[in-house]
């Protein structure tokens, strides 16, 4: 069990096979006075009703399903619920589901009463390897991802990576290009460890997938306890692959998924840094090799994308501040540094580095 002190909240990780049999015991130690669930509906119906059997009082669940939940009106539906079950500021919210319900279900929870408990179940990838730490809440508005947020960090994240295991393919490997993020950003060790783990979570093995998740969710807590509010440039480092991955997601509509949109977008940083940088080959090659081993994506070609209709979208990135922005260079595994750059200067980098894809 991983702990940390977040925004004055000492954020509890239990991540495990099984760890949802934990659960009552873990949100009971947190003392709220009542609770709320909210739960993506493409959750199977027994974890559901697991939950619901570790909270027996609890009321909802309140459902949503994946992105459709990040809006205004969903969130504006659960807080009603929320009021109409006489939550006080003592309550806790649950969310149960992927990185789109704990998004949004965080960001009611954190304007409900100026703010109520609350507490993640992720139930896909992405969420068990990334977004349920670090306290990044938002909704979508007005065409715009993510424009609306705060940042709001869970009192506990139970991670089951069971669940994981009866996820497709297509979704089990949608978080690894974060994974493979981090082990970039910790070092030579942690990319070895991926490397190693990798076959097993992609055959569902308890092990491996309880490994990954444990590993990845600890070290984005660390990370982001130095720079609980993404103020000192610390947690910045997080950013890697995201600036190109941003802006192959706004540019395709949102079509290319996040994961895969950041597995591209990894790979091309990798490449732009080795240009400022002269980053090894082999890491870029072991990066794309991982990322090839789980199916995705690791160039613009692989998604029927060019250089030229990517770029004109980094200028909609909400990173960006005024004409400049902050862009992880990567010196060597372990070795990030955050750089900032004009918009006009990055772009015609990410250009250079797209010949090297
Ligand atoms: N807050 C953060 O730090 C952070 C970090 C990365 C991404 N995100 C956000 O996370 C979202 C993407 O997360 P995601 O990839 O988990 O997508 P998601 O939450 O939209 O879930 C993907 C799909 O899987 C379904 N689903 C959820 N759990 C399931 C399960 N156990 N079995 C079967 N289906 C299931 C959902 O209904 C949805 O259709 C984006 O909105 C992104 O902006 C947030």
């Known amino acids: 069990m991983a702990q940390a002190s977040l925004d004055r ?7 495990g096979w099984g760890a949802l049999a934990r659960l009552g015991e873990i949100a009971g130690r947190v003392g709220p006075d009542s609770y709320m669930i909210a739960a993506d509906m493409n959750v199977p119906r027994d974890i559901v009703e697991a939950v619901l059997r570790q909270l027996p009082n609890a009321r909802g669940p309140y459902y949503g399903r994946g992105e459709e ?3 205004l009106e969903w969130v504006l539906g659960l807080l009603d619920e929320m009021i109409s079950a006489g939550l006080t500021r003592s309550s806790l919210l649950l969310a149960v589901g992927g990185g789109a319900i704990l998004d949004a ?3 009611a929870a954190s304007i409900y009463m100026r703010g109520v408990r609350l507490g993640y179940v992720p139930t896909t990838s992405l969420s068990m390897f990334d977004a349920a730490v670090g306290g990044k809440t938002a909704i979508n508005y ?29 979704r089990l490997v949608e978080g690894i290009a974060e994974l493979v993020k981090h082990a970039v950003i910790s070092g030579w060790s942690g990319l070895d460890m991926v490397e190693g783990v990798l076959p097993g979570v992609l055959d569902l093995e308890p092990e491996p997938l309880v490994e990954a998740v444990k590993w990845s969710l600890e070290f984005k807590l660390s990370i982001v306890s130095k720079d609980f509010r993404d103020e000192k440039g610390i947690r910045a480092v997080l950013n890697l692959g995201h600036t190109a991955g941003h ?9 290319v998924s996040h994961g895969r949109a950041v597995s591209v977008g990894l790979v091309w940083e990798l490449e732009a840094s080795s240009i400022i940088v002269g980053t090894p080959r082999d890491l870029k090659t072991l990066v794309s090799r991982l990322l090839g081993e789980a199916g995705l994506p690791i160039s613009l070609e692989d998604l029927g994308l060019t250089p030229g209709e990517v770029i004109p979208c980094i200028a909609s990135d909400k990173k960006r501040r005024g004409r400049t922005m902050l862009f992880p260079i990567v010196e060597d595994a372990g070795r990030v540094e955050v ?8 772009s015609q980098l990410l250009i250079k580095a797209s010949g090297g894809l």
Not at 142 to 169: C, M
């Open 69 to 71: 939940s990040k809006s």
């Open 339 to 346: 750089r900032v750059f004009d918009i006009a200067e990055l």
């Open 9 to 15: 909240i000492p954020t509890v990780v239990e991540a």
């Open 142 to 170: 007005l065409g715009r991802k993510n424009v609306l947020g705060t940042f709001y960090h869970p009192h506990f994240v139970v991670a089951d990576a069971s669940i994981l295991a009866r996820l497709p393919r297509e």
């Open 247 to 255: 802006a192959i997601e706004a540019c395709s509509g949102f079509k």
């Open 105 to 107: 279900a965080g960001f």
